[in-house]
């Protein structure tokens, strides 16, 4: 059976405070853009997200008939954005506040097409696309923490004392497909994730920047660890025992799944 097409809530449909929500906490620079009445026009996007040596495009037959993949004309510096759409807003607004990984990750992109072809995908690029699309960079400097993450032990993973005292910690959202699903507050994501052992949330955004960049990272899908974001204490409005116990969305670790060593700060 095929899964059905996400369709998001129309603009005027979206409850203003569910930007209140943790997901949105480090795009607070762009409230205007998420909770206007009106939707801004592409020019105005190059205008309030400025991205370095890029700007958005509308994604319009015209620019369809180039014959250029959507990865290739971003690294040409366009960046094809369609009209009054919640998954383009919120793709430019990732591209402003974490500039490095986007542009790390397109270059992978391209790199791949060049070798496959506009029509064939490989691991690496499936890998790269889910990160795109519903990734997060989570930092850990617990080895108990990590180790809960391991086998999946759910409870252990988000007791409060740990996210309270830093052990563990969403430095960054990058999934611009995760900010259109939380228009519809009931929706339970899942974030695909990068682990980076450290302290220091902007210099574990940075490594793992650098580690895309430096062909380090994303060649397997396998390499993203699973989070339910709604176990993150205080991402979800009930999370009471029996919440936790929803085999469905909690799932245990299949047989045979293990994950790789994540990145480690130098001075970590």
Not at 76 to 94: C, K, P, S, Y
Not at 194 to 209: K, M, T
Not at 235 to 263: I, K, N, T
Request: glycine letters at 6%; one cysteine or more; hydrophobic letters at 45%.
């Amino acid at each position: 059976m095929s899964r059905r097409r996400f369709v998001a809530p129309l603009r005027g449909q979206v409850e203003s405070q569910c930007f209140d929500h943790p997901l949105f906490a480090d795009f607070r620079d762009f409230e205007a853009l998420m909770r206007a009445a009106d939707w801004p026009g592409i020019d105005a996007l190059t205008v309030q997200l400025p991205v370095q040596g890029k700007r958005f495009v509308a994604q319009d037959e015209a620019l369809l008939t180039d014959g250029l993949h959507y990865e290739q004309r971003i690294a040409q510096g366009r960046i094809a954005t369609r009209e009054q759409n919640w998954h383009d807003l919120f793709n430019a607004m990732v591209w402003a506040r974490h500039f490095a990984i986007k542009r790390a990750l397109n270059a992978q992109q391209c790199r791949h097409i060049a070798v496959m072809g506009a029509s064939q995908r490989n691991r690496a690029q499936a890998a790269l696309t889910q990160f795109d699309e519903t990734g997060l960079i989570v930092r850990v400097r617990d080895a108990g923490v990590l180790a809960a993450w391991d086998r999946h032990d759910w409870s252990a993973l988000f007791n409060p004392d740990g996210w309270r005292a830093g052990d563990i910690a969403v430095c960054a959202v990058i999934g611009h497909a995760l900010m259109e699903q939380a228009l519809l507050p009931e929706r339970l994501l899942v974030g695909k994730c990068l682990v980076v052992v450290g302290d220091d949330d902007v210099a574990c955004v940075a490594a793992v920047a650098a580690a895309i960049e430096g062909d380090r990272l994303l060649a397997d899908p396998a390499e993203l660890r699973p989070l339910p974001l709604a176990g993150i204490p205080g991402w979800h409005a009930s999370q009471d025992a029996a919440f936790y116990q929803l085999a469905d969305y909690f799932r245990p670790l299949r047989e045979g799944r293990a994950y790789p060593v994540p990145l480690r700060l130098s001075r970590s």
